[in-house]
């Protein structure tokens, strides 16, 4: 990393500030040539200490480009490790443009996206693990989904994947010293201790593949479909959930007119709930076409929440829908609980949870279950501050099969080289979670889903 970059890290739009970073070993250099100190005590940015502020202006050819506060934070005790400035200048994109392309001038050149966390990474100031919780913090839409992502970015992950690898590597360090001396047998003892190492890390390894499910619905949310005839209080239910628990949310691509998506905190969880535009039948071509993203809204799914309106007696379309979706994992509600209950309303199973949109009745206990159907939640305490990603997850599956073919070898007395291999296969794959061994592409497909200035 022998270049400098800079970039505009702060959205695009107009704002009161936007915030333009240079890193490497010319960041100085740079900012020398294009920042003109004023005030009291000028100082050129080289001249400055560490981690100061100076007021002044960048300047192009003698013309004052904008009027900034210039941070300079001197290598290594920074994001990247390496010399970085920022520049505070003006809000709005052409003030922040024209700042960049000064400095780009000066011998900086456009960051990559993700190119200031990739060196972050690089440079030892982060694992991957950590690298990657930087996308997830910014991303998270919970108040639970970005406690997760802290905690990810302060190394809780990281440190466990470290002792589960360095427990291996020690049984692997054992397994070679007997390798090299094949003369000397391995003591029961020596043996029974390896074994029970080894069966710890598998133990520990299966702990964390199991907090997959739980870190896709914080990264991802999870998604919810309410269905029910026309009239029972559908759109009704949806305000209610979304209400004042509406999360932050940018538009989720491919939203059709047809199905309604909108994300909501439920209980510290993103749940996104899809309501979809009716699935009667239809011969109109282009309400077909409805009923079709409709239907495919459906089976992407995880949890249905079909709505029966409890003051009438179940329609034809109701039986349909409790038919349908009888292999499904769903909830029923019996909405309009403020009225008397229809005197031959039916016993149905799952029993429907009563609920009122009017009086407000029924919700609170309703998010529980939602909570409950879409939350694993039955982690051990040790694993509760850690949830993995799907990369993750595919990394430490084939860790877990290694792991355990190595055990199972040495169990059976098979060759020592045997027992090694596989550990070897297995101490490769926990190492790509943090990063200790892997690939360009996987590097370049991690830091490629970053915007550029981060
Ligand atoms: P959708 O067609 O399923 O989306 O149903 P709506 O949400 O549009 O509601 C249909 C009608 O039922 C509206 O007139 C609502 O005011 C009424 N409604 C919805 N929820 C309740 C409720 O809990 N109690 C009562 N009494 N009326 C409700």
Not at 23 to 35: H, I, K, R
Not at 191 to 204: K, S, T
Not at 263 to 290: H, K, M
Request: net charge negative.
């Amino acid at each position: 990393m022998d270049d400098t970059i800079a970039a505009i890290s702060t959205p695009l739009g107009e704002g009161a500030l936007a915030v333009v970073r240079v890193s490497g070993p010319q960041a100085l250099a740079v900012a020398d040539a294009a920042f003109q100190p004023a005030g009291k005590s000028p100082l050129k940015p080289s001249a400055a200490p560490s981690h100061t502020i100076h007021y002044g202006h960048i300047v192009e050819a003698g013309r004052r480009v904008d009027e900034v506060l210039l941070s300079i934070l001197r290598a290594p005790r920074t994001f990247t490790r390496e010399d970085m400035v920022e520049v505070s200048c003006h809000g709005g994109p052409l003030p922040a443009k024209r700042v960049l392309d000064t400095l780009l001038t000066h011998g900086a050149r456009l960051a990559a996206p993700g190119e200031f966390t990739q060196r972050a990474f690089l440079n030892g100031r982060l694992d991957l693990t950590q690298a990657e919780a930087v996308i997830d913090v910014i991303r998270s839409r919970t108040d639970l989904a970005l406690a997760a992502a802290q905690e990810q970015l302060a190394g809780t992950l990281g440190r466990r994947i470290e002792a589960v690898r360095n427990d291996l590597l020690h049984v692997l360090a054992h397994i070679e010293a007997h390798i090299d001396f094949p003369e000397e047998d391995i003591a029961p003892d020596t043996r029974d201790g390896l074994e029970r190492r080894m069966e710890a890390a598998l133990q520990f390894i299966d702990g964390l593949l199991r907090t997959a499910h739980d870190g896709r619905v914080l990264r991802h949310g999870v998604r919810v479909a309410i269905v029910g005839r026309p009239n029972v209080g559908k759109s009704s239910l949806l305000n209610q959930l979304l209400g004042h628990d509406r999360a932050i949310v940018s538009p989720i691509p491919g939203t059709t007119r047809d199905t309604i998506e909108e994300t909501a905190s439920i209980r510290g969880l993103p749940v996104v709930f899809v309501d979809t535009a009716g699935l009667r039948e239809s011969g109109d071509v282009l309400e077909r076409e409805g009923i079709r993203r409709s239907r495919e809204a459906l089976t992407r799914a995880e949890l249905i929440l079909h709505i029966l309106d409890g003051t009438e007696a179940l329609g034809e379309e109701d039986r349909r829908l409790l038919e349908e979706f009888s292999r499904r994992p769903r909830l029923l509600v019996r909405n309009k609980s403020d009225q008397p209950l229809y005197p031959e309303f039916p016993v149905l199973d799952p029993a429907p949870l009563p609920v009122s949109c009017l009086s407000g009745e029924g919700l609170e206990a309703l998010k529980d279950h939602i909570r409950e159907r879409v939350w694993s939640g039955g982690l051990t305490a040790e694993m509760a501050e850690v949830t993995i990603n799907s990369r993750h997850q595919d990394a430490l599956r084939r860790a877990q099969t290694a792991a355990e073919e190595s055990l199972q070898a040495l169990r059976a007395d098979l060759s020592l080289e045997f027992v090694a291999l596989d550990l070897r296969i297995a101490i490769n794959a926990v190492g790509e979670v943090v990063g200790k061994t892997i690939t360009e592409d996987l590097l370049d497909s991690i830091f490629g889903q970053f915007c550029i200035g981060k």
